[in-house]
């Protein structure tokens, strides 16, 4: 089992930026993937940043909307997924996830160009981003 923890969410201006951190229980050291989903009210859970390590070794994919605003990085010594965001919006305004999964999903990601929720195994209950104008 891997419990995962957000923090870090909050209520910013636009323009603003904020650092989401993901708490692991344990680091998986072999192959895996991390990333950050958002899901705002009414909407579906949409994947935003993932971070994948495995033979190729790490890789790192974002979505267009958080293209260019957003890095993802881990600290393995600290057991801890970040997501720095920074000229915010409000249609960034949603529950933001953090989700993990050991197998090898970059691959799949880069194919499709998207991020999967229904990939992932192990999730936290998320940290809430509110952007106002």
């Known amino acids: 089992q891997l419990a995962l923890e957000e923090s870090g969410g909050g209520s910013v201006q636009a323009g603003g930026s904020l650092r989401l951190a993901c708490a692991a229980s344990?680091?998986?050291?072999?192959?895996?993937?991390f990333a950050w989903f958002r899901q705002a009210p009414g909407k579906e859970r949409e994947g935003v940043a993932a971070?994948?390590?495995?033979?190729?070794?790490?890789?790192?994919y974002y979505v267009d909307t958080v293209k260019g605003r957003a890095t993802i990085s881990e600290d393995v010594a600290k057991n801890t997924l970040y997501l720095d965001m920074n000229s915010l919006k409000p249609e960034d305004t949603a529950m933001y996830y953090c989700?993990?999964?050991?197998?090898?999903?970059?691959?799949?990601?880069?194919?499709?160009?998207?991020?999967?929720?229904?990939?992932?195994?192990?999730w936290g209950l998320g940290t809430q981003v509110t952007v106002s104008s």
């Open positions: 971070l994948c390590s495995g033979a190729r070794g790490e890789s790192t």
């Open positions: 989700a993990s999964d050991p197998t090898e999903l970059m691959t799949a990601i880069q194919a499709l160009k998207m991020i999967s929720p229904q990939w992932f195994k192990y």
């Open positions: 344990r680091w998986i050291y072999d192959t895996y993937c």
